[in-house]
């Protein structure tokens, strides 16, 4: 019977620098320049290719990470009235009673909720089904889906909290 001896993979101080630089790294910029580092290196013949392609996994975990931004606490729906969100922010959604949203010409919005309404300027499109929603909404199963005039919308803010997501472009 024979054993297999495995012998230590030497390492070269270019990769254990930057490992050790990407551990470290606290933003965006300086993670960039790491990898702009790691290109270089591999170029000049200093880090093997094995050691390039974890370079480049590790840098670019960590610009990922950093990227991120830190969750905040949900605003509190205390009041009637629309409360905005930007989840690029790192914003979570109110506890509302609603949820808006504008149309895509802005002349109406749609408004999603478990009550039912009824009104002038509301008009009903749909029950919501778990089959027709991402999994990100599927709480919103058996909700109702109107689309409201900009009236209606008014006068229901005035009623019910209501939370509406606005993403930067």
Known sequence: ???IIKFPVPQSNGYKNLVALFD?????QSCNFYLESVEQLYTDG?????EL???RRIGRQKRLNLAEPEKKEPEKAETAGTYVYTPEMGQSRPD?????KHSYYGGHYYIETPMELKGRGITFCEKLQAGNLYKSSQYKAGWNRYK???LAYEKLEKQY???MECLLD
Do not use: F, G, P, W
């Open 161 to 163: 909290s209501i939370s």
């Open 24 to 28: 470290i790294c606290d933003n965006v």
């Open 46 to 50: 200093h880090i093997t290719q094995k």
């Open 96 to 100: 509302c009673q609603m949820e808006a």
């Open 148 to 150: 409201v005039t900009r």
């Open 53 to 55: 392609y974890e370079l």
């Open 1 to 3: 019977m024979s054993n």
